[in-house]
């Protein structure tokens, strides 16, 4: 059977040529024979796969409406589903089973859609490079001594090297766009609130997005066209109607004004990726669409703002991993080098922390509890809360004369695995381009335009207004008919 995208698959079983079950069979064969390099699974559920698919089909020939019927699905395992593991990627949580599904797995099944396996994360979704998985780091398909890109680096390699039709991912700073960018795939970062949380483990709560990485924009755009809306479930997703994603996607570029931040074009940006966004809007403007230059005139405090805010947010939210609870707990039958002594409750809490949770996210911690701390609250918090605005402002300020902004993803393509691990500023300055669209709460979506000299995809991120998510994926599909069809021609098999 040939890769091929959830749209060809879906085309295939409707008229026969294919069943579900076979689908399932041939995805989870797939893994079982290529993921070994890559690491981009932490657990396939392949019997309760296939158990899934022959429903499907039998629903099917019943006459059932399954609009997802055909869709082999990956979950970042940071995604609840009930009676799964959801590890985090951390140590803390190793073996610690699921007791409900988030809404957005659930209404992806409810559709027809069959998951597949949970995928390999950074830990507590905290990285640029899929790095800091406790159960090892996740290669790029395209080139395996290179990062996938983090934090959803499981999803966009598993996407990439056709082990399934598209993948969950979540998105604080840019967890799904840079990997989509750095492994070459389509990854949609929605308006914060416009899909549920629930069942989403928090990292920082005000910035979490759930959303899809797949093989086109058109399968981004069946995916959320399912999981997005209200739901009562989590108070901050918003009552906003649903617009058919999937008929936007033919609207096309005419009149449409697309709009290039000058911030996003300065120094540190790799001059091939600089070329390949010229490019891509000279092949826009002949289409019908206007460029018009625009600022963001704060986007030079993004980091700093997003690096404040979202790791006080941490240590608030990592609070509940004490060892008292669930998941792992110093002294209770895990071998370590140094056994802990928690006859004291307090001793429990240090050296269950101390042990379960792994550098980045202590890291985090301490950043945010200082941030945070009595003295520094105003200095830092406080603050960053108001620059948040700011940039905020600058966004709503740029689509008064534009439609959609379109930037770099990322400032360089994917680099070599253990390359940035040193210098955490060096990391987390490789989410400059994506992290202020999280503290705007602004939809994204990044789709791969052009290879580098150096062999590696590049990605052009279009950013649009709160809930117009319709503009985005009808922009994005313009420039995915303007590059050549999506191949894995180029992965290392």
């Given at each position: 059977m040939a890769l091929s995208t959830?749209?060809?698959?879906?085309?295939?079983?409707?008229?026969?040529?294919?069943s579900c079950e076979e689908l399932v069979s041939f995805y989870v064969d797939r893994i079982a024979s290529r993921d070994g390099r890559l690491n981009s699974f932490l657990s396939v559920d392949g019997e309760l796969a296939l158990e899934a698919a022959r429903s499907i089909d039998a629903g099917l020939a019943a006459g059932k409406d399954l609009p997802l019927a055909g869709m082999v699905v990956a979950v970042k395992d940071v995604i609840c589903m009930r009676g799964r593991q959801v590890t985090c990627g951390s140590r803390i949580l190793k073996g610690f089973k699921s007791l409900y599904d988030a809404t957005a797995v659930r209404r992806l099944q409810e559709a027809g859609a069959v998951v597949v396996g949970k995928t390999n994360c950074d830990e507590f979704a905290m990285g640029s490079s899929n790095e800091n998985s406790f159960f090892g780091p996740v290669r790029n398909p395209v080139d395996t001594t290179r990062v996938p890109g983090g934090s959803s680096g499981g999803s966009a390699a598993a996407v990439r090297a056709g082990l399934c039709n598209v993948a969950l991912g979540t998105d604080t700073g840019g967890s799904i766009r840079q990997p989509a960018a750095f492994c070459g795939v389509t990854g949609l970062k929605p308006t914060y609130g416009r899909v549920s949380r629930y069942g989403l483990v928090a990292y920082a709560s005000s910035f979490d997005c759930i959303g899809p990485l797949a093989r086109s924009v058109a399968d981004t755009a069946y995916v959320l066209g399912a999981i997005a809306g209200a739901d009562a479930s989590d108070a901050t997703s918003a009552p906003v109607p649903v617009p058919d994603y999937v008929t936007s996607l033919q609207s096309g570029v005419t009149k449409l004004r697309v709009g290039v931040p000058k911030e996003f074009m300065g120094d540190g940006l790799d001059s091939e990726i600089r070329a390949a966004l010229e490019a891509t809007t000279k092949q826009l403007a002949s289409e019908g669409a206007d460029i018009i230059d625009v600022s963001l005139p704060n986007t030079e405090y993004g980091i700093a703002t997003y690096y404040v805010l979202t790791t006080a947010e941490a240590s608030s939210n990592l609070a509940r991993y004490d060892g008292v609870r669930y998941g792992f707990r110093a002294g209770a039958g895990e071998s370590t080098d140094n056994p802990a002594d928690v006859s004291e409750l307090r001793q429990l809490y240090v050296d269950s922390r101390t042990i379960g949770f792994g550098p980045e996210v202590k890291r985090r911690i301490m950043l945010g509890t200082y941030v945070l701390s009595s003295g520094y609250y105003e200095a830092y918090y406080a603050k960053a809360q108001k620059v948040r605005s700011l940039i905020r402002s600058d966004f709503d300020s740029a689509f008064e004369s534009v439609d959609v902004l379109l930037t770099p993803a990322t400032p360089t393509t994917a680099f070599e695995i253990g390359s940035k691990t040193a210098d955490p500023?060096?990391?987390?300055?490789?989410?400059?381009?994506?992290?202020t669209a999280n503290l705007a709460g602004v939809p994204g979506l990044v789709v791969p335009v052009a290879t580098h000299s150096d062999g590696l995809p590049i990605g052009l991120q279009l950013l649009g207004k709160h809930f117009d998510e319709e503009t985005v994926v009808a922009i994005g599909a313009a420039i995915e008919a303007l590059r050549s069809p999506f191949t894995t021609d180029d992965v290392n098999d």
């Open positions: 959830f749209v060809s698959d879906r085309r295939r079983l409707t008229t026969g040529e294919t500023l060096e990391m987390y300055l490789n989410d400059i381009y994506t992290v």
